[in-house]
């Protein structure tokens, strides 16, 4: 069943469109139903390029459209490898395959090898000891991080070191040079660099007309969390056909200090003045005292694309707000809460960082409160 909203979404093929999907508003099912419609109406999955964010929603959407389209299971089907499955992947898993077809095209082997993280700082010390920059005045681990950031902003260590402004960006400005003739000569690419050279090899007119015959529809979603090079590769790649449908929600945005660039989803309809809107505004998944919530809470910011969530689900409980004094009040008070109510499977605590979970974990151990942590 899709509402009226999920039908416009999917029944929608050619040109730009624009999918806001507030939380819990079936996206993943939109999706999947909007990729069996096409393929029903006779476009070859092959010609079909979905990019998610994270290995997982790639394999839930893979199985689902799988399912969709007649197949018991898609687990051990290797998508680059079938005509008769879209192509669904992350923009990292993606980009690793097509620079396996044409790296050679921009100075690498095929058989490239890819760092992790401790390859990288052990690459950076390395480069530290050499230049003899003590690792207290410039710790590795800020010098990858501060690479990695140019990198994700497209900018080339030339770049970086003619736009460094202060002492610690000319001394990684040196590193970031060195690093990349070292990992060069290595045949090897770190995670930032699959972007970056990706989108230097869609810059070739050659490698980009073979991608233009190859895919004509393309899907991106949770395009909230695209970086500035995330956002040119899906220029470039759906360039010829604008058959361009993002899927996302600003209001969810909160991945910028990893790269991600909101504006690009504020600013779809100024590049795609054609573009069909389409908002997702009816939440399956919460009662509406949260809705509610979520509503006047992200109504204040005035850079918010406008969409109104809304349920047909019951009112719930109300939220309860507690203020306290510091971590350690608020982890006895959390402990409390749960030891009144005894029923301690019907509890969740979430936090935002691994830190705050010792604490946590000191309330309830003192309260005696059995606890697992995910």
């Known amino acids: 069943m899709l509402n009226e909203s999920q039908k416009i979404a999917v029944q929608h093929t050619s040109g730009p469109m624009l999918i806001l999907a507030g939380a819990g508003a079936g996206k993943t099912h939109t999706l999947t139903e909007r990729v069996a419609r096409m393929v029903g109406e006779g476009i070859s999955p092959s010609k079909i390029l979905c990019v998610t964010f994270t290995n997982k929603a790639a394999r839930e959407m893979r199985e689902r459209i799988g399912k969709k389209l ?9 998508p ?12 990292h898993s993606m980009g690793v395959y097509f620079l396996r077809l044409f790296i050679d095209r921009i100075g ?6 890819i760092f992790d993280e401790d390859d990288k700082i052990r690459t950076i010390k390395g480069i530290l000891e050499d230049k003899k920059i003590d690792d207290k005045e410039l710790p590795p681990r ?12 497209g900018i080339a260590p030339e770049a970086y070191r003619r736009s460094a402004d202060n002492y610690a960006k000319s001394l990684v400005a040196d590193i970031y040079v ?8 290595m045949n090897a690419l770190d995670f930032d660099d699959i972007l970056l050279k990706l989108l230097r090899i869609l810059e070739d007119a050659e490698v980009l007309a073979y991608f233009h015959g190859r895919f004509e529809y393309f899907m991106v979603d949770e395009y909230q969390d695209t970086n500035d090079i995330q956002y040119r590769i899906v220029k470039l790649l759906s360039g010829k056909t604008r058959n361009l449908a993002v899927v996302g929600d600003d209001w969810q945005g909160i991945y910028s200090w990893r790269g991600a660039n909101i504006k690009n989803i504020l600013s779809f309809e100024r590049d795609y003045p054609d573009a069909t809107v389409v908002k997702l505004e009816q939440n399956y998944r919460s009662t509406k005292k949260i809705i509610e919530a979520a509503n ?7 850079e918010a694309l406008d969409k109104t969530l809304w349920t047909d689900n019951e009112d719930g409980d109300p939220i309860n707000v507690i203020e306290s004094y510091d971590e350690k009040e608020e982890s006895r008070g959390m402990a409390e809460l749960i030891a009144e109510d005894k029923n301690y499977a019907d509890w969740a605590i979430l936090y935002r960082t691994n830190g705050q979970s010792r604490l946590i974990e000191e309330g309830l151990i ?9």
């Open 70 to 78: 007649g197949f018991e299971t898609v687990e051990k089907i290797n």
């Open 80 to 91: 680059y490898r079938r005509s008769d499955l879209p192509l669904v992947g992350t923009f």
């Open 366 to 374: 003192r309260k005696n409160i059995p606890y697992r942590v995910f």
């Open 108 to 113: 690498y082997g095929k058989d490239f090898v």
């Open 178 to 185: 060195e690093y990349e003739k070292r990992t060069k000569s």
């Open 296 to 302: 006047a809470v992200v109504k204040c910011n005035k």
């Open 142 to 153: 800020q010098a990858a991080y501060m690479i990695s950031a140019a990198k994700n902003e």
